[in-house]
């Protein structure tokens, strides 16, 4: 093999002498050398960072003296200097990326540390927070939502007994959706989607502490253009043959709704967000059912996506309901999709949708390990 690349580089040297040559004493139109030369992407890259971070300094330089507005104002230079470049910023790695190195030369001109993501959304954004006996882990909820660039945290507390309510009176900056009875995650999301007018919101459970950098890849899809942007659980799932009840109806309903790429993925886990557009089409009501507002949304021409992973399966709090086949809440979740194929079918069913499955399909399936 070390010959063999030898043997390439050497004719490649030649090639390039034998056209310089023949080039001599022309004006030859090349790339500038600059561009060709000293900018390779990772440098050209590092430039641009450079660059951001040196206006993230300017930024900095202008920081206000009040403590409890740094990170606010912070986050509103960073969003003005975003949108002079978002056209460049064609990913959600290189938005974090330029967010990051503006916050460091911010925090490096400001002296002041910030404990923000740096997520620029040219829309607004909610959060909304189910909880039900959550004390242990609430606040800590709200701590990383509010590290998001969020206008409104809606938090719907139902049917709780501890000291969850003293909790959130005591949180500056939330809205409170208090219900003395229970009324479950699913209501609590319909009811928490009516108390704001923002056009996107994320929705999370307060049982689960999930980082903010994680909750971040949702808000940037729907602030891109996606309608529903669903927790993607798929490599996380083992093979069909061993898959729970639950999983399998999941991915039934995407199959008959044309999405099987969708997998098990299912608005019934979070976290999520939903666009403005897919709420008002749907209406709010839909949002109980969790699977019937999918089917609706899919029903509907609207874009329905899995843009990140956030590992809820591990981290979810284990209860008597929910342990188990044939559970408590695994009939509530079976009992949602049989709803929504019911209202599937009632809207007439497009039947070219529902693609059946061959038997060499239905043998693999059955044999997988």
Sequence with gaps: MKGRSGGVRRQR???????????????????????????????ARSFVL???????????HKTLENNESIEQHARWAWQEH????????????????AGKAFMQGYAHASGRSLNIVPLALHQSAAAVVCACNEELTLGQVLAQLKRLPLKDIIVVLNGTTDNSLTQVLEQPGVTLVYEPDRAGHDVGRALGAKMTEADILLFVDGDMVVPAEQLAPFLYAVDRGDDVALNNLTSLLPPFARQDEVSRIKAYLNRVLNRSDLGSNSLTAVPHALSRNMIQIVKPEALAVPPKAQSLAIQHGLKVTAPSQVDVIRSNRLRSTNMGSGNEVARLIIGD???????????????SQARLLSRVEVAYRRNAR
């Design 13 to 43: 040297t030649v090639n390039r002498r034998t056209t310089r040559n023949r080039t001599k004493g022309r004006r030859v139109l090349t790339k500038s050398p600059i561009k060709s030369a000293a900018t390779s992407k990772p440098a």
């Design 50 to 60: 450079h660059e951001i971070w040196k206006a993230g300094l300017a930024a900095g």
């Design 82 to 97: 975003e949108a002079k470049i978002s056209a460049e910023l064609r990913s959600y790695s290189a938005a974090m990326q």
């Design 337 to 351: 999709h049989l709803e929504a194929l019911a209202t599937w079918l009632e809207m007439g069913g497009n039947h």
